[in-house]
C-alpha cells in the first residue's frame, strides 16, 4: 500500500485539493504498477506562519 505524504501551506481550495489527491494517485499507479484503490495520499496543511524560506515566514512574506 503506497502512502504518499505531501506538505503544503493552507489557503488551497477543497476543490484543488480534491485535485492534487487525484493527480498524485493517478502517478503513482503510473509509476509503480499500484492498484488505485491501494493508494493512499495524506495532505498535511499548515499555517503560513509555520514555513519559512530564507529566514521568514511565508505569511510574513505576503505569499
Do not use: C, W
Amino acid at each position: 500500500m503506497p502512502i504518499a505524504t505531501i506538505n503544503i501551506v493552507e489557503g488551497r481550495s477543497d476543490e484543488k485539493k480534491e485535485e492534487l489527491i487525484a493527480k498524485v494517485t493517478q502517478a503513482i499507479h503510473e509509476a509503480i504498477d499500484a492498484p488505485i484503490p491501494t493508494i493512499r495520499v495524506i495532505l498535511n496543511e499548515m499555517p503560513k506562519q509555520h514555513f519559512g524560506i530564507a529566514g521568514q515566514s511565508v505569511k510574513k512574506m505576503g505569499r
